[in-house]
């Protein structure tokens, strides 16, 4: 597919409003219960875009990344609004989205409060894709957001151009362990280490902790003896069109 039928692709998407909205669970081992979900934007089914790395990359080229983040971001809440609004909803947001000039002031707020869902209910999550070149508007951004009581989560922490950076500059509330390391880490001693030394910092800096990628039950076992407890990955719940509700057996019975 050219760039140019990428982005009328694109166009045809945002023009119909054609996104589609996957909620994947992430639970709380302590409590053993659903702790949130996570929004995770999709292209149609049939589109070319479809995959998410496509069609934020031809968006992210179009220069039209900001719109797409916020056609994503009202749809996600109108689901969300439908099925779970008690619970906490994390929404994926890149940090160059919210330092664009054109980046609009109180449009998030405005959009969870036509759907009754509370900023205290919603999570930032930063999705870092490009490198970050100026950390002290972004964390001026960020206060913004914190101002009207939203918290702000770091993604794929271990991954990407400067995440130890970001953690350190933003000091988020919830960082999110990438899932490279947590992939075997029951078999793994250096992972182990990796991950204590996360959970160690995080203490210090008052940071919740959620483990991604969780596929294994000796990946739960691990992380549940290391003190972990926000879990997310297949193992628990795949992401699905309607927020699911109760936990999985595997949870419930432990």
């Known amino acids: 597919m050219t760039t140019t039928e990428q982005l009328r692709e694109l166009e045809r998407i945002l023009a119909d409003n054609l996104l589609n909205t996957l909620f994947q669970p992430i639970f709380s081992l302590s409590a053993r219960r659903i702790q949130g979900y996570e929004a995770l934007s999709r ?11 496509a069609l ?6 179009a220069g039209r990344l900001n719109e797409l983040e916020m056609a994503c971001r009202a749809r996600a809440c109108e689901r ?7 619970s906490m909803l994390y929404l994926n947001v890149s940090p ?7 980046h609009q002031s109180g449009v998030t707020l405005r959009l969870l409060k036509s759907f009754g869902i509370e900023p205290a209910q919603v999570v ?4 870092e894709q490009t490198p970050i070149e100026d950390f002290d508007l972004l964390d001026r951004a960020l206060h913004h957001y914190r101002a009207m009581g939203f918290s702000i989560a770091l993604d794929d922490l271990g991954a990407g151009y400067s995440s130890l950076r970001l953690w350190s500059e933003l000091r988020p509330d919830i960082v999110k362990i990438d899932r490279h390391f947590i992939d075997g880490i029951h078999l793994d001693p250096l992972k182990r280490e990796f991950v204590g030394s996360i959970l160690k910092v995080a ?45 999985p057996e595997l949870l419930a019975s432990a």
């Open 96 to 102: 160059e989205s919210l330092i664009e000039p054109g």
């Open 203 to 247: 203490r210090a800096a008052s940071a919740r902790v959620i483990a991604e990628g969780v596929e294994q039950v000796g990946e739960l076992q691990q992380l549940a003896s290391m003190g972990v407890d926000l879990v997310q990955g297949y193992l628990l719940g795949r992401p699905q069109e309607a927020p699911v509700e109760g936990v």
């Open 56 to 61: 934020f990359s031809i968006a992210r080229r």
């Open 43 to 53: 292209g149609p089914s049939n589109s070319p875009l479809h995959a998410p790395l």
């Open 80 to 86: 969300f609004s439908r099925y779970a609004r008690h």
């Open 124 to 127: 930032i999550e930063l999705t």
